[in-house]
């Protein structure tokens, strides 16, 4: 079983829909967790922190789920300029894991 | 400003030639990792290093050596026993240490093409 998995998608949305990704994670000693946006041939750059108590940023919710080991990232009114691939990523016994990450497309 | 460096941008290497990465931080971060990514793939990680003078092998080290004498460069060689290295290469740093909620910053990545 891998450390981190995530629906790879592609996800193929129209423009203002809500989007939903989720991420699972073995290693309930894991300690950290967070949200990646890669856009094309690009290196990743950090969306958001996910944290126990939820999270909020504008169109973006985060959530994590320790109980049931799995982290979700809602986008709401879903823009044009959110196409790109979405990655989750543990930190797990010192080591920083990535899911396989999911295409997002929105379309007009 | 802080940041994390990795050069060339764009590698070419003939079949059977070692070639080297750099990778540069002046985050003062501890750990450092390098992935390897594949079109339309996730991130696997090849060697990660906690502190200086010691490293781990990640998930497809086989083919990949890596070095860690200083605390800000981190260097990933690519040798020739690597079968199939044309690839995307991404080097991260964090704070590491036990911290928690240690985002990881990337360098703008080498592209290396085997001709």
């Known amino acids: 079983r891998k450390e981190v998995e995530q629906d790879p998608g592609p996800f193929n949305v129209p423009e203002g829909a809500t989007v939903a990704f989720n991420c699972t994670y073995s290693n309930s000693a894991s300690q950290s967790f967070f949200w990646y946006r890669q856009d094309c041939r690009k290196e990743p750059k950090l969306l958001m922190s996910?944290?126990?108590s939820g999270n909020e940023d504008g169109r973006f919710t985060a959530q994590l789920n320790r109980a049931s080991q799995y982290i979700s990232l809602l986008i709401r009114d879903s823009k044009l300029s959110d196409s790109a691939t979405y990655l989750c990523?543990?930190?797990?016994?010192?080591?920083?894991?990535f899911g396989s990450g999911t295409r997002l497309s929105i379309r007009p | 400003d802080g940041g994390i460096t990795q050069s060339p941008k764009y590698l070419f290497r003939k079949e059977g030639q070692n070639v080297t990465l750099s990778c540069e931080q002046n985050l003062n971060h501890d750990a450092m990792y390098w992935y390897r990514q594949d079109p339309g793939q996730g991130l696997r990680l090849i060697y990660y290093s906690q502190i200086v003078n010691d490293f781990q092998k990640g998930d497809i080290a086989e083919g990949y050596s890596v070095s860690r004498e200083k605390k800000e460069s981190f260097p990933l060689t690519v040798t020739s026993a690597q079968k199939n290295p044309t690839a995307f290469y991404l080097c991260?740093?964090?704070?590491?240490?036990?911290?928690?909620?240690?985002?990881?910053?990337f360098g703008q990545g080498t592209r290396l093409t085997v001709v």
């Open positions: 996910v944290y126990s």
């Open positions: 990523v543990v930190n797990s016994a010192s080591k920083i894991i």
């Open positions: 991260a740093s964090t704070l590491g240490g036990g911290a928690r909620n240690t985002e990881a910053f």
